[in-house]
């Protein structure tokens, strides 16, 4: 049969996506790059905020009627809404046929020759080992290497949809990254819900890195997501050490009020978090830091936002995403009597977005005059005349330059800067 994905979410769903390929591949299934063509049509869903979940129910609700037309076409639910509403869509009759979870993908190929029905259950020794996940045509490569998470910080779904931590085994990573670099992918990134907290064997995260920092064609290593917490010294010399592994830190600080992190769970202190990335720049002086936060988490106060604003002024990140807090049924947050009205939440989340722009800007503005290497990865949105790509502290690069060009490492002047991409020669 024909199939065609739709992938939602965070890179863990992209990395999912090409795992799904694959064992759909292996069994004898074809990919369509035109959704008109195919039978199997597949949604690879995100729980993390509300909009998520209203966005992939209304591109289902937009799809089915194509069922109409073709009666043999299936609809099939996958990743994180499939573990958490998977069984009450099945339920509803809203046009979805199987929902399979994140931990059954090896089943998908067999379920679709049944009756419509869900498979969610969690497989704790599931990590996705010995298949050849399929790239999906982006010139940066995603390596999982650990599933699930532990920390469940106060406001966050995915440890309930995404079970408990496990990590792959070396020698499977090993693999996909080799993988990755056969397929010529020069810029490759490693996943996991909290990464520094890798252990397989004796091997911890950092000790991976120095290993990972020896394979000869790779270009440039990078990973997401760190937790504060887990942040060591070790690491940041491990950094420091290895050159492969760029000059680009994520590590989401979520709120800049001690206070609300504990409320959080998140474990750590603002002046913890200010330690790491003191430390942090201390080491690599060029390091470029983006950041997550969230605004309006329950019970924070005018005084405890406007910490959030100084601890970004005071750290100037490169780049941060911003949410607004979304109340996700289940979690200990969702709970909280101290719900901050919605019109506060927006009007806070649009003060962070504001101070963060001009923070950007000005961050943007600082390389004018250097020469950076861009990793080019397709033509700029603008003109065909122009290529587009990723420095290695993870900032968009425009740059002039013709097709043949794709692919390549580039160096390039930045003469000129916006709050979101530098502009070379
Ligand atoms: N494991 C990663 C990614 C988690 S989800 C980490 O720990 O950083 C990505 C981001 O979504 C989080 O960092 C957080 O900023 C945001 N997020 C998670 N749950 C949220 C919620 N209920 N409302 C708003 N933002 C949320
Ligand atoms: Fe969610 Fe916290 Fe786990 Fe990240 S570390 S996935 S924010 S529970
Ligand atoms: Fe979303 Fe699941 Fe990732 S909830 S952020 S797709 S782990």
Redesign the pocket.
């Known amino acids: 049969m024909k199939y065609y994905i739709e992938t939602y979410g ?1 890179q863990m769903n992209v990395s999912d996506s090409e795992l799904v390929s694959s064992i759909l591949r292996t069994a004898g299934h074809t990919e369509v790059n035109s959704i008109d063509e195919a039978d199997l049509l597949l949604f690879n869903t995100c729980s ?2 509300e909009h998520a979940e209203q966005r992939v129910l209304g591109r289902i609700a937009n799809e089915r009627h194509r069922k109409k037309h073709k009666p043999e076409l299936k609809i099939i639910l996958l990743g994180c809404m499939a573990q958490r509403i998977g069984q009450s869509l099945l339920n509803e009759n809203c046009g979805i046929d199987y929902v399979v979870g994140v931990d059954q993908y090896r089943a998908l190929p067999a379920i679709i020759n049944q009756e419509p029905s869900a498979l969610i259950d969690f497989d704790f020794d599931e990590v996705y080992e010995e298949l050849m996940p399929i790239h999906s045509g982006s010139r940066c490569g995603f390596v999982t290497i650990m599933r699930g ?1 532990n ?1 469940f ?1 106060s ?4 440890p309930y949809v995404r079970g408990r931590e496990r990590s792959r085994p070396y020698p499977e990573i090993l693999k996909d990254i080799q993988l990755a670099i056969d397929n010529d992918l020069k810029d490759i990134t490693l996943l996991g ?2 990464v520094n907290s890798y252990q397989w064997q004796d091997l911890s995260f950092p000790k991976l890195l120095l290993k990972l920092n020896d394979i000869k064609g790779l270009h440039r290593l990078r990973f ?2 760190s ?1 504060p917490k887990d942040f060591s010294d070790d690491l940041i010399l491990i950094m420091r050490d290895c050159d492969k592994v760029c000059e680009h830190i994520h590590l ?1 600080m ?1 709120s800049g009020d001690s206070g609300i992190l504990d409320m959080m769970n998140r474990g750590y202190s603002y002046e913890h978090y200010l330690s790491r990335i003191l430390k942090l720049r201390d080491a690599i002086p060029e390091v470029s830091i983006t950041t ?3 605004a309006g988490f329950p019970g924070e106060t005018e005084a405890q936002f406007e910490s959030t604003l100084s601890a970004m002024r005071e750290i100037e990140f490169d780049y941060a ?1 911003c ?6 049924s289940g ?1 200990a ?1 969702a709970d909280s009597k101290d719900q901050i009205p919605e019109e506060i939440r927006l009007e806070r989340l649009q003060r962070m977005i504001d101070l963060q722009r001009e923070i950007t800007l000005k961050k943007f503005r600082a390389q004018i005059g250097k020469t950076v290497e861009i990793y080019i990865e397709d033509f700029s949105k603008k003109s065909m005349a122009q290529l587009s790509g990723k420095t290695r502290d993870f900032k968009i690069a425009v740059v002039s330059g013709n097709e043949s060009q794709i692919g390549k490492m580039v160096m390039a002047k930045v003469v000129d800067a916006t709050a979101g991409t530098l502009i070379c020669e």
């Open positions: 965070c993390v905020r998470c920390n910080c406001y966050c779904i995915v819900q909290n997401v997501t937790h989401p979520q997550d936060l969230i995403f949410f607004k807090y979304s109340p996700r979690t947050a």
